[in-house]
């Protein structure tokens, strides 16, 4: 039972436009969710986070939006640079959960020069 | 990454044989997770530790156990390696919430 949800395996952009990717969660209880950034062989490194109190958080180019009702939150990436081209994590942590982040599939996204 | 390493960065060895991963942090962060990424499943917690000898089992703990004896020390243990552990193991350390984890570079095991 996949608790947080990233449905689209790769997306291929054009440098310069938008990138959205998508994030789909189950668990009522969560209440902060962020997105993370991975380059092959190196960990996953922290890229923006919102809290549930919250519909939108922006950070440069960088902007997550969580629609609570629909239970999905979406990464937006303005302009996207061909530098982005990684594996992106949608994760998610429930109050006096000893923290513990729940991790989508990923999504790798290949930004086109 | 910064506070936080891993060891060793690669490791093959044979099924059957025990197996240890270090992790080891320089931030004083009380808590610290195991996960192991695999293709298709993303990143999925083995075991976690919210303190010294204070830990808890995630959601893929079957075969592995961990120990920590010091705040900055969180090991992992792979009891009987069997070529399905085969995988990237990273290790993580937590502070604020907002922030989520800072991760360490992770271990290629490779089970043969």
């Known amino acids: 039972d996949q608790q947080v949800k990233q449905n689209s395996p790769s997306l291929s952009v054009q440098e310069g436009r938008i990138s959205i990717l998508n994030c789909d969660y189950t668990?009522?209880?969560?209440?902060?969710f962020l997105w993370y950034k991975k380059y092959p062989a190196e960990g996953p490194t922290f890229l923006i986070s919102i809290s549930s109190i919250k519909d939108k958080n922006e950070d440069g180019r960088f902007t997550v939006f969580l629609n609570k009702s629909a239970k999905h939150l979406s990464l937006h990436i303005v302009p996207s640079q061909p530098g982005d081209s990684a594996v992106y994590f949608c994760a998610a942590s429930a109050r006096d959960s000893s923290y513990k982040l729940i991790f989508g599939s990923g999504t790798r996204l290949l930004v086109r020069p | 990454d910064a506070g936080i390493t891993q060891s060793p960065r690669h490791k093959v060895t044979e099924t059957g044989t025990p197996v240890t991963l270090r992790c080891h942090q320089t931030?004083?962060?009380?808590?610290m997770y195991w996960y192991r990424q695999d293709p298709g499943h993303g990143l999925r917690l083995i075991h976690y530790?919210?303190?010294?000898?204070?830990?808890d089992k995630g959601e893929v703990s079957d075969g592995y156990s961990v120990s920590r004896s010091k705040t900055e020390d969180f090991l992992l243990t792979l009891e009987s390696a069997t070529s399905s552990q085969t995988s990237v193991y990273f290790c993580a350390i937590s502070g604020d919430r907002a922030y989520g984890y800072t991760f360490g570079s992770g271990t290629r095991l490779t089970v043969v």
């Open positions: 530790s919210y303190g010294v000898k204070d830990t």
């Open positions: 668990n009522s209880m969560f209440d902060y």
């Open positions: 931030e004083n962060h009380r808590y």
